[in-house]
Nanobody, 118 residues
Framework: QVQLVESGGGSVQAGGSLRLSCVAS????????VAWFRQVPGKEREGVAI???????TYADSVKGRFTISQDFAKDILFLQMNSLKPEDTAMYYC????????????WGQGTQVTVSS
């Protein structure tokens, strides 16, 4: 059974930083396509940062230059470094994974809340 677990969320003031982590059991993040999504109640889920096939990275325009997705290859941990946080970054953040030949993300964590105050 595949399980993804996020951690690192919290409350910060605007301009602050947080680093989210995601670990998996039953699945190797490093060998597959992984991503961070976020969702605010009442709004659609938004893809924030993606590591796709051939380790290509893609960011939402709203976070470019502020967020960095990365992996610890030795420990198979997925990170999202979030700097210069803004109140509009407030959301539940989820890590997700899929085999790169699959079209949809099949594995999701339970989410970690990020709250940015002005």
């Amino acid at each position: 059974q595949v399980q993804l677990v996020e951690s690192g969320g919290g409350s910060v003031q605007a301009g602050g930083s947080l680093r989210l982590s995601c670990v998996a059991s039953g699945f190797t993040l490093l060998a597959n396509c992984v991503a961070w999504f976020r969702q605010v109640p009442g709004k659609e889920r938004e893809g924030v940062a993606i590591i796709g096939a051939y380790s290509t990275t893609t960011y939402a325009d709203s976070v470019k230059g502020r967020f960095t997705i990365s992996q610890d290859f030795a420990k198979d941990i997925l990170f999202l470094q979030m700097n210069s946080l803004k109140p509009e970054d407030t959301a539940m953040y989820y890590c997700a994974a899929r085999r790169c030949w699959e079209s949809e993300y099949n594995y999701w964590g339970q989410g970690t809340q990020v709250t940015v105050s002005s």
